[in-house]
C-alpha cells in the first residue's frame, strides 16, 4: 500500500511538471506566432504606404518635370530674343520676374562680365559669379547646373544656358540662381504627403544636391564621408545607389532604431541629367489606428490568455498541495491508528493474563472455601457422635 501511494505521489508529481512545461511551451509558442503574425501585417502594411508613397512621388516627378520644361522653354526664348549690337552690347528682356524659385537671373559675355540681370537679383550675394569661368571656359556643354552651394544659409543652385553667335561660338551665357531652399519647400517638404518626411536630391553623377541635412549637400555618395556615416546602414546606402543609377521603386529598411519606408523616383531634366528625389518616412508617422488597433487587440488577447493559463495553474497547484497535505494527513493518521492498535493488543494480552490470573486465584479460593466447608462438617459430625 505504501508502494501504491509513492507511486500516485511521483505520478501527481509528474503530471503538474508536465503541465508547467506545457503551458511555458505553448505561451512561448504562442508568443513567437503572434510576433510573426505581427510583422508579417505590418510588413503588407508598410509595403501598401511605400506603394502609396511611391505614386505620389512620380506624380511629383511630373510636375517638377513640367517645371523644368518651362524653365527650358522660357531659357530659350530669352535667347532667341537677346540681341547683341556690332560694339557688343546686349539688349535683354524679362525672365521669370517674381519667381519665388529663383533669386534672379543675369548674362554674363565671353570676358565673364555681367552684361545684363534681373531687377529681382540680389547683388548682395557674395559668391555670384560662383561656377561662372567652370562653364564658360571648360565646358563644351549647352546646358548645365552647377553644384549647388551655401550663402546666407540657404542652398543655391545655378542653371546656365549658352548663346553662340552665327559662327557657332560662345559669346554669352544666361544663369538662373535657383533657391533649392524655396524650391524644396514648394514641392516636398510643405506637401509632403506624411508628416515627418525628409527629402534628398541626388544628381545623376551622384552628388547630393539638396538635402535635410546640410552637412550631405554637394557630398558624393560613393565619397567617403556619405559611406562613413551609413557604414553600419547597408540598407540606407543601396537606397541611395538605386536612386543615382535613375531607378524607381520603395524600400523598406532599419535606420537609427527605426523602420523606415523609403521611396526614390527619378526627375528627367535633359537629355543625359536627371535627379533622383529621395523621400523617407519613419514607419511610425504612417501607421494608422488600423496596425495599431490590430497589434494591441492581438498582445491583448495574449495577456488574457496567459493570465488565465497562470490562473489555472496556479489552482492546479493549490489543489495539488491541497492533495499532498491531505495525503500526508491521512498518513499520519493512518500511523497513529495503528501505533493506537498496538497499544489496545498489548492491553488486551495484559488484561488476558490477568483475567487468566483472577480466574486462578479464584478458582484456589473456591476450592479453599470447599475444603474449609468440607472441614467444618467433618467437624461437626464429629462432635454430634461424641
Request: charged share 25%.
Amino acid at each position: 500500500m505504501k508502494d501504491n501511494l509513492n507511486n500516485k505521489k511521483i505520478f501527481d508529481t509528474f503530471i503538474v511538471i508536465f503541465f508547467i512545461v506545457s503551458t511555458i511551451l505553448f505561451l512561448l509558442f504562442s508568443w513567437l506566432l503572434l510576433e510573426r503574425n505581427t510583422n508579417i501585417f505590418s510588413q503588407k502594411y508598410n509595403n501598401y504606404f511605400g506603394q502609396v508613397s511611391l505614386n505620389y512621388s512620380v506624380q511629383i516627378s511630373k510636375e517638377l518635370k513640367k517645371e523644368f520644361d518651362d524653365v527650358f522653354v522660357r531659357m530659350e526664348h530669352f535667347l532667341d530674343h537677346l540681341t547683341v549690337n556690332d560694339d557688343s552690347v546686349f539688349q535683354c528682356q524679362s525672365l521669370y520676374e517674381g519667381n519665388d524659385n529663383f533669386l534672379g537671373w543675369y548674362v554674363y559675355n565671353s570676358e565673364g562680365s555681367i552684361v545684363c540681370d534681373s531687377s529681382n537679383l540680389n547683388n548682395n550675394l557674395q559668391q555670384l559669379e560662383i561656377y561662372d569661368n567652370d562653364f564658360l571656359t571648360k565646358s563644351q556643354k549647352d546646358f548645365w547646373f552647377s553644384p549647388s552651394f551655401d550663402e546666407n544659409n540657404r542652398t543655391l543652385l545655378k542653371i546656365y544656358k549658352s548663346l553662340y553667335d552665327v559662327n557657332g561660338s560662345k559669346i554669352a551665357s544666361l544663369v538662373l540662381i535657383m533657391d533649392l531652399e524655396n524650391f524644396s519647400k514648394n514641392y516636398f517638404v510643405e506637401d509632403g504627403l506624411w508628416y515627418g518626411t525628409s527629402f534628398n536630391i541626388v544628381s545623376n553623377k551622384g552628388q547630393i544636391v539638396w538635402s535635410g541635412d546640410k552637412d550631405l549637400i554637394n557630398q558624393n555618395i560613393e565619397g567617403k564621408y556619405i559611406r562613413n556615416i551609413f557604414s553600419n546602414f547597408s540598407d540606407a546606402l543601396n537606397v541611395l545607389q538605386k536612386a543615382r543609377t535613375g531607378k524607381i521603386g520603395f524600400e523598406i529598411f532599419d535606420y537609427l532604431a527605426q523602420k523606415q519606408i523609403a521611396s526614390y523616383f527619378k526627375v528627367p531634366i535633359s537629355d543625359g541629367y536627371y535627379w533622383s528625389i529621395i523621400a523617407y518616412t519613419p514607419a511610425k508617422f504612417v501607421q494608422s489606428e488600423i496596425l495599431v488597433d490590430y497589434t494591441q487587440n492581438g498582445y491583448i488577447f495574449f495577456y488574457v490568455v496567459a493570465f488565465l493559463l497562470v490562473v489555472f495553474l496556479l489552482v492546479l497547484y493549490f489543489f495539488f498541495r491541497r492533495n499532498l497535505q491531505l495525503q500526508i494527513e491521512n498518513n499520519q493518521t493512518k500511523r497513529e491508528m495503528i501505533e493506537e492498535a498496538k497499544k489496545f493488543k498489548m492491553s488486551e494480552i495484559k488484561l488476558n493474563k490477568t483475567v487468566e490470573e483472577l480466574e486462578k486465584v479464584n478458582s484456589t479460593m473456591v476450592d479453599r472455601e470447599l475444603k474449609m466447608i468440607e472441614l467444618k462438617n467433618s467437624l461437626k459430625n464429629k462432635g454430634k457422635k461424641k
